[in-house]
């Protein structure tokens, strides 16, 4: 690589022709030109040299006695030798283009002879300047620096997909191209060329690192940011913040933060469309007026969304009873109460003031067992009222009772039928219930159906009993035996009665008319259906 370009040729072309012709009027005034038959060489002829370089010059000759051979130049030099007809000569630290002459005498006459020291040098550096991130459709500015004193206009090419500009320069060059998504990752360089083929030496150069261009579109719209409106603290929500039409949307970074803490997003592209999720956690130190924040940044440039969240605190309500069971007749307090700025409601009645506690107190009854008190607590957060119930439920011990009207007190059954006893009774606990023959003590089971003999007529007493106590109700049972005598006599009479009538009537309608049982009609299933024919003697030892 070889730039050589002479340095202020027209003066220095001037002056070589001025001490040529001094030199020539020399040779023509000078007695006898016999000299002129031998001449006087420098070598190497036009040299192109590489700046600060040093370089050989040998005066030679034919001339068999030539004299006071010399090199006369502006650069500095030293002898390098000399032998019959040549004196070399050393020029070093070659800045500069310039010409040198050499001249000597030969017999009397005086020759001489030039060369022209062609001086050249490469840039040091080769440099495209940096290329930010474009935005898609915007002209991109390519700037090519060559560092360095080239001695020579050089050739400075910017490269892309081909030659994007050439020109003759010396220092740089810029062009412009307009970005488009198709240079997205697309390599540009820069080279400079020195042609120095005619001075025998070759075509020179070297290129720039190439640079890889980064285009990008980012919409003018905000990110679209889905953030609930409240959040309580210890709860998560997800947060989600989509923008579409990004380009290349694998690239963009999204930051979403909470109150001034990073979120970790999980970030997908899809196209042009870019979706971060992340879980907002509210913690207690972030309590109240919140942001959200999604921040899009891509090519440098980024947009960003904010919204508004209210993080509260609502705990309770807490509901308590001064003992969850109670004898009846007991005072309970029933309490509710929830935190700060909290209004409780407990069983309709508010509490006197938001934050304060709500307080019920009743004489526990019987009625109250298995009552349930509800407490609504209800926060406003940023205009919007937000609830949370919870109840509680009260036992009262109370009983035992039997109830009289579902344990009827007077039974009249038939013998040999299937009957239910059925008596119930209340209390917390729940109370025993036995039924036992006033006499035998025997035990009648209480709702199973059981078959009815005649010897279980009497007075039962039916007790029942728990922790609270006894409730004892009697039952008088009467049981009526199946057939009594004065029955059986009248259907006998009936019987015989109806056979004297049958008798003519059948030979009178013999052959037309059918004749018809009327004797077999059981009474006393009619009026005592049994309630299961299936039923079972219950009674291990009928009572006496
Ligand atoms: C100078 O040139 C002469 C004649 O061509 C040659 O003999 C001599 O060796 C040369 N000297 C150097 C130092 O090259
Ligand atoms: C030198 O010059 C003289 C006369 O000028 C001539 O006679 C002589 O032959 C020359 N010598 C050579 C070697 O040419
Ligand atoms: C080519 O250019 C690069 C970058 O400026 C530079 O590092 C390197 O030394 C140069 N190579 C040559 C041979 O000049
Ligand atoms: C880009 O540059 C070209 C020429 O340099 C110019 O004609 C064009 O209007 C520019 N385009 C934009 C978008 O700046
Ligand atoms: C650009 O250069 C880089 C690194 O040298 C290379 O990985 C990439 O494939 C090149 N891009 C193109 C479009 O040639
Ligand atoms: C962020 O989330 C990813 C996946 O959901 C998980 O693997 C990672 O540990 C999380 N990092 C932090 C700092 O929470
Ligand atoms: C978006 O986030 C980046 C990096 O966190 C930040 O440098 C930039 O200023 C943010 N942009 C805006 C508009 O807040
Ligand atoms: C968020 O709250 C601030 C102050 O309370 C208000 O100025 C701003 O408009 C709100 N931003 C949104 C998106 O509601
Ligand atoms: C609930 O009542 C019990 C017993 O009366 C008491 O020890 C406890 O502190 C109460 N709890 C609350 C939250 O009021
Ligand atoms: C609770 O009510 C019962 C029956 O109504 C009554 O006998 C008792 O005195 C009451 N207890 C209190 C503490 O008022
Ligand atoms: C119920 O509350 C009243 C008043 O708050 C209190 O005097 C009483 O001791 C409480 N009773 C019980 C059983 O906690
Ligand atoms: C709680 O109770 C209030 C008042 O009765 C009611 O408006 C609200 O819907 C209830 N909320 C829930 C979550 O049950």
């Known amino acids: ?33 016999q000299g002129q038959a031998f001449r006087l060489r420098v070598e190497p002829q036009n040299p192109v040299v590489p700046a600060g370089g040093s370089l050989l010059v040998n005066c030679s000759t034919d001339c068999p006695q ?15 030798g000399e032998g019959l007809g040549w004196k070399a000569y050393r020029l070093s630290s070659v800045t500069s283009d310039s010409e040198i002459f050499c001249s000597g005498i030969c017999n009397g006459s005086q020759m001489s002879d030039s060369s022209d020291i062609t001086v050249y040098q490469f840039p040091e550096r080769v440099e495209l300047a940096p290329l930010p991130p474009n935005p898609v459709g915007k002209n991109l500015t390519l700037r090519c620096r060559v560092a360095g004193h080239p001695r020579a206009q050089l050739s400075v090419l910017l490269l892309g997909a081909g030659v994007l500009s050439q020109q003759l320069a010396v220092g740089g060059v810029t062009t412009t191209v307009l970005a488009s998504r198709n240079d997205h990752g697309a390599n540009f360089s820069c080279r ?33 940011l889905l953030v ?63 942001e959200i924040v999604c921040n899009v940044t891509l090519g440098g440039e980024s947009q960003e969304t904010r919204e508004n969240l209210t993080i509260y605190s609502f705990w309770g309500p807490v509901m308590n009873l001064s003992q969850p069971t109670v004898r009846q007749g007991t005072i309970v307090n029933v309490t509710c109460a929830a935190g700060a700025r909290v209004q409780v409601t407990l ?51 109370y009983g035992p009772k039997i109830d009289p009207a ?65 409730h004892t109700v009697t039952v008088v049972m009467k049981v009526q035996e199946r057939n009594p005598v004065t029955i059986t006599i009248v259907i006998a009479v009936l019987t015989i009665l109806g056979f004297v009538a049958a008798i003519p009537a059948s030979i009178y309608v013999f052959g037309v008319h059918k004749r018809r049982d009327i004797y077999h009609v059981n009474q006393g299933n009619a009026e005592f259906p049994l309630t299961s024919k299936t039923a079972e003697e219950p009674l291990g030892e009928p009572p006496s």
């Open 228 to 290: 609930p409106r409240f959040l309580e603290v210890g709860t998560s929500q997800a947060v989600t913040c989509t923008l579409d039409g990004l380009f290349p949307a694998s690239e963009a970074q999204v930051h979403l933060a909470l109150g001034g803490q990073m979120l970790n997003a999980t970030v997908e592209s899809n196209g042009d469309k870019l979706t971060a999720r992340a879980t907002a956690t509210a913690s207690a130190e972030l309590e109240g007026a919140q």
């Open 66 to 80: 030539p004299e006071l051979i010399s090199l006369e130049t502006s650069l500095f030099k030293e002898e390098a």
């Open 406 to 470: 579902r344990c009827p007190q007077h039974l009249m059954w038939k013998e040999k039928t299937t009957q239910i006893l059925q008596c119930q009774a209340q209390g917390n606990p729940d109370p025993q219930l036995q039924c036992f023959h006033e006499g035998s003590m025997a035990q009648v089971p209480i709702g199973i159906p059981f078959r009815v003999r005649l010897n279980y007529s009497g007075t039962y007493n039916c007790r029942a009993a728990s922790s609270q106590g006894t």
């Open 1 to 33: 690589m070889a730039t050589m370009v002479p340095l202020g040729p027209l003066p220095r072309a001037c002056w070589t022709l001025l001490i040529s012709l001094f030199l020539v009027c020399c040779l023509l005034l000078a007695p006898g030109a």
């Open 347 to 397: 069983d309709g009645v508010p509490a006197a003031a938001p934050g304060q506690p709500a307080l019920l107190q009743l004489n526990a009854s019987e009625r109250d067992d298995r009552r349930s008190f509800f407490c609504s607590a209800a926060l406003e957060v940023d205009g919007v009222v937000l609830h949370k119930n919870r109840s509680v439920q009260l036992r009262v011990l």
């Open 192 to 224: 400079w060329e020195l042609d120095l083929r005619s001075q025998g030496l070759g075509l020179f150069q070297n290129s720039s690192v190439p640079r890889q261009l980064r285009t990008f579109v980012l919409p003018v719209t905000p990110p679209r």
